[in-house]
């Protein structure tokens, strides 16, 4: 299992972003796939996640600013992130979960910064 996480960069705040994890298969084969961020010296969280079937939770901080979203035909997740906040820099990752096994990707680095 290869995820590729792209899509990181710096930008105000305010400003938006999108990620983007391809995963190598059929993104149907996993249970679900996820981003999650770490700060420095803080641990890593998960910032949102969507199943197979579509169904898509995130963590209270990020709703409303951050929408994860599925191409099927790319085998690919997004994270659309919205009003970005100086608090939102860390690296984020893609995880995938399929038959039990967690994969993760490289991170990605998104700085929010003046």
């Known amino acids: 299992v290869q995820l590729q996480a792209s899509g990181g960069g710096l930008v105000q705040p305010g400003g938006s972003l999108r990620l983007s994890c391809a995963v190598s298969?059929?993104?149907?084969?996993?249970?679900?796939v996820a981003w999650y961020r770490q700060a420095p010296g803080k641990l890593r969280e998960l910032v949102a996640g969507?199943?197979?079937?579509?169904?898509?939770n995130y963590a209270d901080s990020m709703k409303g600013r951050f929408t994860i979203s599925r191409d099927n035909a790319k085998n690919t997740v997004h994270l659309q992130m919205n009003s970005l906040k100086p608090e939102d820099t860390a690296v984020y990752y893609c995880?995938?979960?399929?038959?039990?096994?967690?994969?993760w990707g490289q991170g990605t680095q998104v700085t929010v910064s003046s």
């Open positions: 995880n995938a979960v399929k038959y039990g096994s967690s994969h």
């Open positions: 298969g059929s993104i149907f084969s996993f249970n679900i």
């Open positions: 969507i199943t197979s079937s579509g169904s898509t």
